[in-house]
């Protein structure tokens, strides 16, 4: 069965540094999405991808964060310096049709990145 | 503007006993409802969804939900909790606009005791 994979799977990391997370979604699908979900909250929406384009970063912190997906498929999402507020998870989700399809395409999500900073 | 209210943070019932997760949601155009299911170090996975047919909604594992557009609600139920059962759901909203942006609730722990 197709999946969602991330890595790394856990990360620590002194504040100040820089930090990475890739993401591969589940073949073929256009729609990818990193998430932010912080202990005890529901996942945020970071940004949303259509193939290469962006069509949502509204709630990126984009004096730091930074993500793309170059050739439509695979993503990295950036975090850069790291603050201790940017420990959580970080989900990728993926899923087939358009971005403005109705939001009516199920969201298949990956294991997750769990990020700590010190 | 959407939003996503989960009323209970934590839900605990007894195995073999219903289960009852309610969801309240506000959004200014006609509305997709998911509930998604997270167990411990597991990808969220996606229980069920309405998408404007039927209100009685079918899903995975024996729940279901109904969509109630006079209360604005979506509620989870399943008549007799498993053990497997244990672990956190989202109850999510989209609408037809905004890329069909999706808005999570903040989850409710479902605790199923033999």
């Known amino acids: 069965e197709a999946e969602v994979a991330q890595s790394p799977r856990y990360k620590i990391t002194e504040k100040s540094q820089a930090v990475a997370f890739w993401c591969d979604p589940i073949?073929?699908?256009?729609?990818l999405y990193w998430y932010r979900q912080i202990l005890g909250q529901g996942p945020e929406l970071l940004v949303q991808f259509q193939d290469e384009s962006v069509v949502d970063d509204s709630q990126l912190p984009k004096d730091r964060f930074s993500a793309e997906r170059l050739k439509g498929v695979d993503s990295t999402l950036k975090i850069q310096p790291a603050e201790l507020g940017d420990s959580a998870m970080y989900l990728c989700?993926?899923?087939?049709?358009?971005?403005?399809?109705?939001?009516?395409?199920?969201?298949?999500f990956g294991p997750g990145t769990r990020l700590t900073v010190l | 503007a959407q939003s996503v209210t989960q009323l209970d943070s934590h839900v605990s019932v007894s195995e073999g006993t219903p289960v009852l997760l309610r969801c309240n949601y506000s959004s200014s155009y006609s509305p997709s409802l998911f509930w998604y299911v997270q167990h411990p170090n597991k990808g969220l996975q996606l229980l069920l969804k309405y998408t404007s047919a039927a209100t009685l909604v079918k899903g995975i594992n024996g729940f279901e939900a109904e969509f109630k557009k006079s209360e604005t609600s979506f509620h989870l139920t399943k008549p007799s909790a498993h053990m497997s059962d244990a672990a956190e759901y989202f109850c999510v909203v989209s609408v037809p606009t905004n890329a069909g942006k999706s808005t999570f609730g903040d989850g409710t722990t479902l605790t199923v005791k033999p």
């Open positions: 073949s073929g699908h256009a729609t």
């Open positions: 989700a993926s899923s087939s049709g358009l971005a403005g399809g109705g939001g009516y395409n199920e969201q298949f």
